[in-house]
């Protein structure tokens, strides 16, 4: 069998890549918790499901084989013994101890249940009215009598870019910046521990989720099978990217990462919110992240002859793709058109955030108008999604996705590849 990851780029034709449908987690949200939950509305439920099941069926009819992260993660818990430690797992993360009288129940709350269920549920959370028979603790009774969970909702999971990332042969199986997502990774690292097709396969753990520093598979960009971009972001800390160049520099073909600092916020929490890469030299870039100039700090990180990671600041976006992508042109293509109105609004829907299903083909939100009618003037071919509900959660088609295996790319030398669309 080819190994089940297997990706050298972030434009190569996408083969396997992994969605979350959402469920019920949205419909366990409530206006007291979104922001602490990082999502700034709450979707209505049937509508989100419709838009993404829209979305699957847009790669699948591109010929893209779409898994299911539940899917996998229940294929991976059939056994009683996996099935228990995993629940352990999750409910020591969830702040429930195992001297807890509570963690026994849910346990067995959780174990009674099929794989397929129990990890939906896990995603939707628990509320404190579904388990009975439970003696309140202080906690309980002092300080979150009104709080209606034991375990909180994840409605982030659907951004399914984030919690892991396919980088070569390997993964890193994310340290996530925020408690509402921390758990979430605890999925893919159950897949490729006992999952049929992940288990013994080798697959290198470049970074795994235990390890000091943070990082979001939203920062990871692969450029091509040498470079890598990664945010220095509201999720991306130095200290992991640092880690990460010791991780992969020597011990795969990666040997240069452009490490971009983007602004630390909401909006652009992730690179892939402001820039992401649709051809072998054409980007999507929101304009305000760039100076009047067009200039933005960037850390070029590269092994040195001793084997340690040497760092050359530069500051010229163009000039530093152009450099280390080998190329003579390079063609940044501004979210909105760089409208002082429509640049930022689309980009708060995820105007920058294309997902690449071939070189030049991308997947992008219907409501971002302004930015998919100048992707075309640039000859990319666009297929449109729908967006009202799942926009909502702040991530567009990059963010919902995680490519598991695409196809290789020819290496450009100092001449452009570019395949152009006619509008
Ligand atoms: N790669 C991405 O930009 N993912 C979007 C994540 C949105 C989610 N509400 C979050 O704040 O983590």
């Known amino acids: 069998m080819t190994s089940p990851i297997h990706v050298y780029s972030e434009i190569g034709k996408l083969k396997?890549?992994?969605?979350?449908?959402?469920?019920?987690?949205?419909?366990?949200?409530?206006?007291?918790?979104?922001?602490?939950?990082?999502?700034?509305?709450?979707?209505?439920?049937?509508?989100?499901?419709e838009e993404h099941d829209y979305f699957a069926k847009t790669l699948q009819d591109q010929g893209i084989h779409v898994l299911y992260l539940e899917d996998l993660l229940a294929e991976s818990?059939?056994?009683?013994?996996?099935?228990?430690?995993?629940i352990d797992r999750l409910l020591e993360e969830s702040g429930?101890?195992?001297?807890?009288?509570?963690?026994?129940l849910l346990l067995e709350y959780l174990l009674a249940m099929k794989p397929e269920t129990m990890v939906k549920q896990v995603i939707a959370g628990i509320k404190k009215s579904?388990?009975?028979?439970?003696?309140?603790?202080?906690?309980?009774?002092?300080?979150?009598?009104?709080?209606?969970?034991?375990?909180?909702?994840?409605?982030?999971?659907?951004?399914?870019?984030?919690?892991?990332?396919a980088i070569g042969n390997g993964m890193t199986i994310n340290r996530m910046t925020f408690r509402a997502r921390r758990r979430e990774s605890l999925f893919m690292?159950?897949?490729?521990?006992?999952?049929?097709?992940?288990?013994?396969?080798?697959?290198?753990?470049?970074?795994?989720?235990?390890?000091?520093?943070?990082i979001e598979g939203g920062d990871e960009l692969v450029l091509n099978k040498h470079v890598l971009a990664i945010g220095i972001s509201q999720r991306t800390s130095a200290v992991a990217i640092t880690d990460l160049a010791h991780a992969l520099f020597g011990h795969s073909t990666f040997d240069t990462i452009l490490a971009i600092k983007i602004p630390h916020n909401h909006a652009m929490m992730h690179l892939d919110t402001v820039f992401t890469m649709i051809n072998y030299d054409q980007f999507t870039?929101?304009?305000?992240?760039?100076?009047?100039?067009?200039?933005?700090?960037?850390?070029?990180?590269?092994?040195?002859?001793?084997?340690e990671v040497k760092i050359t600041p530069k500051n010229d976006l163009v000039e530093v793709l152009k450099e280390y992508l080998h190329l003579s042109e390079i063609d940044l293509i501004p979210t909105g058109g760089a409208d002082p109105i429509a640049a930022p609004r689309e980009q708060w829907n995820d105007g920058s955030n294309t997902l690449a299903i071939a070189p030049g083909e991308v997947v992008t939100y219907d409501r971002n108008y302004v930015s998919n009618d100048l992707l075309r003037k640039h000859g990319i071919l666009v297929h449109e999604v729908r967006s009202s509900e799942l926009s909502r959660g702040r991530g567009g088609p990059r963010c919902m996705s995680c490519p598991l295996v695409?196809?290789?790319?020819?290496?450009?030398?100092?001449?452009?590849?570019?395949?152009?669309?006619?509008?």
């Open 96 to 104: 429930i101890k195992k001297k807890d009288p509570l963690h026994q």
């Open 130 to 165: 579904e388990i009975k028979n439970v003696e309140p603790s202080l906690a309980d009774l002092a300080e979150d009598a009104d709080y209606p969970f034991y375990l909180d909702p994840m409605p982030n999971v659907y951004f399914t870019r984030d919690q892991q990332a």
């Open 189 to 214: 690292k159950t897949i490729l521990q006992n999952h049929p097709n992940f288990k013994d396969q080798d697959i290198p753990i470049w970074r795994d989720r235990n390890v000091h520093g943070r």
């Open 285 to 307: 870039v929101h304009p305000f992240i760039l100076s009047k100039s067009g200039k933005i700090d960037i850390y070029v990180l590269q092994p040195d002859k001793d084997g």
């Open 77 to 86: 818990l059939v056994a009683v013994k996996t099935r228990t430690a995993f």
């Open 16 to 49: 396997t890549v992994m969605l979350h449908r959402p469920g019920k987690e949205l419909e366990n949200l409530s206006p007291e918790i979104l922001n602490r939950m990082l999502i700034d509305d709450i979707p209505y439920l049937k509508i989100a499901q």
């Open 406 to 423: 695409r196809e290789d790319i020819e290496e450009a030398k100092n001449e452009i590849f570019t395949k152009r669309f006619s509008r």
